[in-house]
Structures are given as structure tokens and as C-alpha cells.
């Protein structure tokens, strides 16, 4: 997935910025890992629910810490709210597929995202896309379908989720570069958690009147209770790291380490659940993962020329 850029940075501290992205690939599949366990004791719906409602809870003191902005533009509230909307569909999307398959191939398909946003800026914004940018984006995509082969055999229809969170993912990063103009990270994550609690209160609603065992919520266990405030902590904290690594270094320092989430998600797949991708699926995800490269790089050198 693709990193948006915040503000400048200073060259000293691009180290920096190093480290706080690989600790930011270290954490992320975290959230991954405990989704991945609460999804097998309770609904999908109730995993995203804890996790943006226990995010609000997080980082309430940081906001109150920090003194940031509690008033907006209209402009910006309905932008807040779509990337809400949107990092909904995201979450949900990826849950549902983890909850099945391993996490690291579930990963891995989501990584064509910057392919999506390469045809996205084209579509949208009427940006040019070279002949190279577009073969390497065919090569993603033909990657993903090397992933997505043999989970589909197993886990049927749920292997094409991990395609919707790409997408959603996609939007979001565009939102997020839109608005790192008017807020900083911290309210930027804060406000966009209570807006999505707020987008799920009616849709939870309905499905309570309407018994629906997709929408269900329950009380589980207790431990369960901790797997669904470590989705948010690891969620919060794992953001953190990437806005810092975002304020110390330039984008294009730090998105081709993003691929080292991939190495991060397939070890910890097998810790947990002993889930490792087979010879196709890393087959996919190293095709993948050169494309993605290659988009980056050649993303930086047109920036320079």
C-alpha cells in the first residue's frame, strides 16, 4: 500500500523516518494477528466496531494532550467522513478475508493497491501514465491473480475481499492526502474513528431489528474483550509510527519499505496460526512486491525530472 506525504521534512532526520516505518511494518500485522483470533469468537461487524470505538478511547488523551483541532471546515467534515467510510470498508473487507486465509496472502493482494491508485489519478485527476507504469501494473495484477488462484479454490468468494480493501484502501489514501493539509495525524486518526462509530451506529441498529446474524453483536469472553482493544491499540500505534516516519522522511524514502509488512505478516501468520503462503502464492507476492517497487521508483524519478 501506498504512503501519503505530510508536510516537509529534514533531510538529518530521514533516519529517522527509517525507523519509525520499519517499526510501523513490525506493528501493523498486529492488528492482523488479533483481528484475525476475535473474528473466530465473534462477527466481523463487531471486530470493526471495536476496533475504531476502542481507537477513539486510545487516543482521546492524545488529542487532549496535543491541544489539536477540534473545529473544521464543512469541506473537511464531509471529507472526514468519506475517508471514514471508506477505512470502514477497508477494515471490514480485510477482516473478513483474514478470517480465513493466511493473513500474509490476504496482504499481499492488497498491495496492488498502488496500481489502483496509479488508474485512479488517471481517471480522476487526468494524470499521465507512462507505458512502463502501465505493464508493471498488468504484472501486479497478474501476481495477485497467482494469489488469489489457489485461496479462491479453498476459501471460495472470500479470497476476492482483500481486492475491495485495495480499492477502499486506495480512496482513503487519496482522502488522507487531501486533508493532511488541514489536520495533523493525530486528529486526523481521531476524527475519522468517531465518524465511522457514528456511520456503523444506524447500520448496527438495523441489523438488530432485523435479527441479522451478519450485523450481530455480543458479550464475549473477557479475553476476547482484550482481542478487540489489541486490534486498536496495535491499530493506533502502528499509525503513529507511520506519521512520524511520514513527518522525518520523504515518501519516496520510505514506501518501498512498506514491503517488508509482507515479511512481517507471513512470520507472524505462521507464529500464531501456522498459516504459510505455498509455492504459488509467494510466486504472487514476489511479482507483486516487484512491481510495487518499480512503480515507486519510477513514481520518484518523474517526480525529480
Not at 471514514?84 to 493482494?109: K, N, R, W
Not at 468468494?157 to 493532511?180: D, E, G, K, M, N
Request: glycine share 6%; net charge neutral; charged share 10%.
Amino acid at each position: 500500500m501506498a504512503v501519503p506525504a505530510f508536510g516537509n521534512v529534514q533531510i538529518d532526520r530521514v533516519p529517522l523516518g527509517v525507523v519509525f516505518m520499519v517499526l510501523f511494518c513490525l506493528s501493523a500485522p498486529l492488528i492482523d494477528v488479533a483481528a484475525k483470533m476475535a473474528s473466530q469468537q465473534v462477527t466481523v461487524t463487531q471486530v470493526t466496531l471495536a476496533r475504531y470505538g476502542f481507537q477513539v478511547l486510545l487516543m482521546l488523551p492524545l488529542m487532549l494532550l496535543a491541544g489539536s483541532i477540534w473545529h473544521f471546515s464543512r469541506g473537511v467534515f464531509w471529507l472526514l467522513l468519506l475517508r471514514a467510510l471508506v477505512g470502514l470498508v477497508s477494515t471490514y473487507s480485510f477482516v473478513a478475508a483474514v478470517q480465513s486465509m493466511p493473513i500474509a496472502d490476504a496482504l499481499a493482494i492488497v498491495f496492488v493497491e498502488p496500481f489502483i491508485l496509479l488508474a485512479l489519478g488517471f481517471l480522476l485527476f487526468g494524470e499521465q501514465v507512462g507505458p512502463r507504469r502501465i505493464i508493471a501494473s498488468m504484472i501486479g495484477f497478474a501476481g495477485a491473480l497467482l494469489v488469489i488462484q489457489p485461496n479462491f479454490v479453498i476459501f471460495g468468494p472470500v479470497a476476492l475481499w482483500p481486492l475491495v480493501t485495495a480499492v477502499a484502501f486506495a480512496f482513503y489514501i487519496l482522502i488522507t492526502r487531501r486533508l493532511s493539509r488541514d489536520l495533523p495525524p493525530v486528529a486526523l486518526n481521531f476524527h475519522t474513528a468517531w465518524l465511522a462509530v457514528l456511520l456503523m451506529l444506524p447500520v448496527l441498529g438495523f441489523g438488530q431489528l432485523r435479527d441479522l446474524p451478519l450485523l450481530a453483536l455480543s458479550w464475549p469472553e473477557p479475553f476476547v474483550w482484550l482481542q478487540l482493544f489489541c486490534v486498536a491499540l496495535a491499530a493506533t500505534v502502528s499509525h503513529i509510527f507511520i506519521s512520524y516516519a511520514l513527518r522525518f522522511a520523504p515518501s519516496a524514502t520510505i514506501a518501498p519499505l512498506h514491503y517488508l509488512e509482507i515479511v512481517s505478516a507471513a512470520a507472524l501468520g505462521w507464529l500464531f496460526f501456522r498459516d504459510w503462503p505455498n509455492l504459488i502464492s509467494w510466486a504472487g507476492i514476489v511479482i507483486i512486491t516487484a512491481s510495487g517497487l518499480f512503480i515507486i521508483w519510477r513514481e520518484h524519478q518523474i517526480a525529480r525530472e
